[in-house]
């Protein structure tokens, strides 16, 4: 069972599962990337090679960290909420910039992980996959 923001023991997160993994619905998957991914970082106003950057490293890192690190890229305070003056800093540079700049942020992240001697392989494989794809997608 999928309990809505609100609803259940765990009152005030967006969506909260109740049952196992596998009960989850595609459905019920998707619907949670798209709000409590998607549409709180605003990722349908950047452009979609920038947005699919963020969107994998939120579902990696959090959404909250992935928010900072969009605003650190932005030039922005990054406070992990996102506005009009995140979304209008974020639209005036170039996603080659944006894509780069955020990769940056995303690599000083991992390597201050307590788990980087054991995973920051993995970690920096996913980044270079990322960058491959920005230059492909830009």
Known sequence: ELL???DGPLAGK???LTGTLPDLTREQAK???????WQ??????????FAFQVFDFAVNAGIETAVRKLQLAAGVADDGHVGPVTTAAVKAMSVTDLVMRFTAFKIRYYTKLKNWPNAGAGWMNRAAADLLYGAEDT
């Not at 619907?31 to 991914?37: L, N, V, W």
């Not at 709180?40 to 090679?49: F, I, K, N, Q, V």
């Open 4 to 6: 809505a923001k609100g």
């Open 14 to 16: 967006a969506f909260v």
């Open 31 to 37: 619907e949670i990337y798209r709000t409590d991914f």
């Open 40 to 49: 709180r970082a605003r990722m349908g106003d950047y452009d979609p090679a």
